[in-house]
């Protein structure tokens, strides 16, 4: 189901999301929200964030070799540990050498286990904890 409706920025910078909205989508008020805004494209997309109980959301910049098949090694070691992804965006760096993929992922019981499996299994080369701006 699609729902349009015109929203209003009030002077704060707030929006209120529609009840019809938040009813279709199962947002309550301790519901987690992810926005992204894309100045280019003049857009904003806030998606629904489905974290249990004491789980927060981190930013990860991994380094790795640009070779086939990298992004996804990876990428299967994150749901072999069971940790849902919220967004990723993989960038070459230098053609057939480097590459840097950013992700928004839910956090692990320990966050230097995660690096370690990372660089371990995953073949990353370098695996950086980034702020939530």
Same mark, same amino acid.
């Given at each position: 189901m699609r729902i349009k409706k015109i929203i209003?920025?009030?002077e704060? @910078?707030?929006?209120?999301i529609p009840k019809e909205a938040r009813n279709a989508l199962g947002i309550t008020t301790n519901s987690q929200l992810m926005m992204i805004s894309d100045s280019e494209a003049k857009e904003i997309r806030i998606t629904p964030i489905g974290l249990s109980g004491d789980k927060v959301p981190i930013k990860l910049r991994i380094t790795m070799e640009d070779i086939p098949g990298a992004l996804a090694k990876l990428a299967?070691?994150? @749901?072999?540990l069971e940790l849902s992804m919220m967004y990723s965006e993989a960038v070459i760096i230098e053609k057939d050498k480097t590459a840097i993929w950013t992700v928004i992922s839910e956090s692990p019981d320990n966050l230097e286990?995660?690096? #370690? #499996?990372?660089?371990?299994? @995953? @073949?990353?080369?370098?695996?950086e904890i980034l702020?939530? #701006?």
């Open positions: 209003s920025i009030d704060r @910078g707030r929006i209120v299967t070691l994150f @749901g072999k286990d995660l690096k #370690e #499996e990372l660089i371990n299994q @995953g @073949g990353a080369i370098k695996v702020p939530l #701006e």
